[in-house]
């Protein structure tokens, strides 16, 4: 198992590097990069545009000796970006410089693939914050939907789904599908919207909050009036994200073990004389849930990343989903590769403890006797 460890550990990397190249190659021809983006905002508004790449200071003149060389400018020439006609060809030089497009492509991947070897991700582009401090800042409303949806789907879905097979074909088996069914039929941006009309005070209910994660004067409360407001403004964004995973993890926990029970071991196992309950959890329960936890580190990274980000938007949510939402639109490119090389990153281990943990539950799993 050590051997394995190790290979899938170094594996990491060129798999890690090759994810970073293609992503990073496919924005970089994307039109409206970060330059055309500051370019349309120039157009609009050149001296407040100008501002935000020139910084404080000394930065602030001559930034605004930019903007009045661009707006005395005439022609400016032939320029490879779209809009910049009528620009000073200086100017947009400069631009390309704070963005660092001065440089080749390749030099500029290398460049930031070294920075992020140390965790430097730089800084956003349009927040001018460092990506590590909007990261932080965004993790904990990611990471409590994440949390909280995982738990409850999992909570539910393979209890019931070991119910369901248990009871395969009987009126509970049908009656519990059709619920399911339905519940994944709705999208979760759908459901969200039908819980804020219902109990958000939309045209029924005013039961919980429609924004936010605490109410106003939140750290002025007592520690148990906290958790009573963090749960009640939790409630229906966590609802919204859970309808949709019920129906796959329940239906997959069912037909593995369906598929288990009918095998020979089983039959051996009753012959014995076990019980029902022995045979199911002593015998059946280990080797039918190797299929739910392989599935587990996909499963997180996709509701921490991206399954948050219509409820994020719709109930006010400040998180990753919708930080990296607005740096696609806003093509922010720091804020886009810190991100994607993160998640990578936890992707890949997360995978790797996937391996782990799948020993753990059965023993008689050699990964040592594969090459990979």
């Known amino acids: 198992m050590l051997a394995y460890l190790v290979r899938r550990l170094v594996l990491i990397v060129p798999t890690l590097l090759g994810i970073m190249v293609l992503n990073f190659a496919i924005i970089q021809v994307a039109p409206g990069g970060p330059v055309e983006q500051m370019i349309a905002q120039i157009r609009g508004e050149a001296v407040d545009a100008t501002a935000r790449i020139g910084g404080s200071g000394a930065g602030d003149a001559g930034g605004q000796a930019l903007a009045d060389r661009q707006l005395n400018a005439g022609d400016g020439g032939a320029s490879r970006y779209r809009g910049a006609q009528g620009l ?79 009871r395969d074909g009987t009126p509970f088996d049908l009656r519990t599908s059709m619920v399911i069914t339905i519940g994944y039929a709705i999208p979760s941006f759908l459901f969200a919207i039908l819980l ?77 004389g076990l019980t029902e309950k022995q045979v199911l959890y002593g015998h059946v329960f280990r080797n039918a849930m190797i299929i739910v936890i392989a599935g587990f580190p996909e499963a997180l990274i996709a509701v921490l990343f991206t399954g948050s980000l219509l409820i994020e938007v719709i109930f006010s949510l400040d998180g990753l989903g919708l ?50």
């Open 88 to 166: 000073d060809p200086a100017f947009i030089k400069e631009l390309e410089r704070q963005f660092g497009f001065d440089k080749p492509i390749h030099e500029r991947f290398f460049l930031m693939m070294g920075n992020f070897l140390t965790f430097d991700f730089g800084r956003s582009y349009f927040r001018d914050r460092s990506v590590v401090d909007l990261v932080i800042e965004k993790l904990p409303v990611s990471i409590t939907l994440g949390l909280w949806t995982m738990l409850i789907t999992y909570l539910v879905s393979i209890p019931l789904g070991i119910a369901k097979a248990v």
């Open 196 to 272: 804020i009309v219902l109990f958000a005070g939309g045209r029924f209910f005013a039961w919980f909050p429609l924004r936010g994660l605490t109410s106003d004067g939140f750290a002025l409360m007592p520690w148990y009036m906290q958790i009573v407001d963090y749960l009640w403004h939790i409630t229906l964004p966590v609802l919204a994200m859970v309808i949709g995973g019920f129906a796959t993890l329940t239906m997959l926990t069912k037909n593995s073990f369906i598929e288990e029970i009918s095998k020979q071991y089983v039959v051996t196992a009753r012959a014995k």
């Open 323 to 372: 930080l990296s939402f607005e740096a696609v639109v806003n093509r922010d490119y720091p804020v886009i590769f810190a991100t994607l090389f993160v998640f990578t990153l936890i992707g890949l281990v997360l995978n790797v403890v996937s391996d782990l943990v799948k020993v753990a539950i059965d023993p008689r799993i050699d990964f040592d006797a594969r090459r990979v």
